[in-house]
């Protein structure tokens, strides 16, 4: 792998610990207490203010995985990966 790949793991791993605060938020915040910028906030005289995007969590939560795994696979050695390929 290139070491433009190599560069972009420190960006994925910061996204990922993002993704994963923002993922815990969706889980124990009620709608009417996110931030007015989160996608699901509602107004607290809403009839549903006090539900909780569980679905919204998911999502952020599984892509925040994805942007470890790409760091892991990002930062392996390059000397395995030719070993292989050559017959």
Known sequence: MNVNM???AIPAVILGVVLIVIAILYFVTPEHSLPSFFP??????DPEA???????GIAALVVALACFAFA?????PAGARADRAAP
């Not at 699901?40 to 005289?45: K, P, Q, R």
Request: net charge positive; no cysteine.
């Open 50 to 56: 006090g539900h909780h995007h569980t679905k919204h």
């Open 72 to 76: 892991w696979f990002a930062t392996g």
């Open 6 to 8: 190599r560069k972009l």
């Open 40 to 45: 699901g906030h509602v107004s607290a005289s």
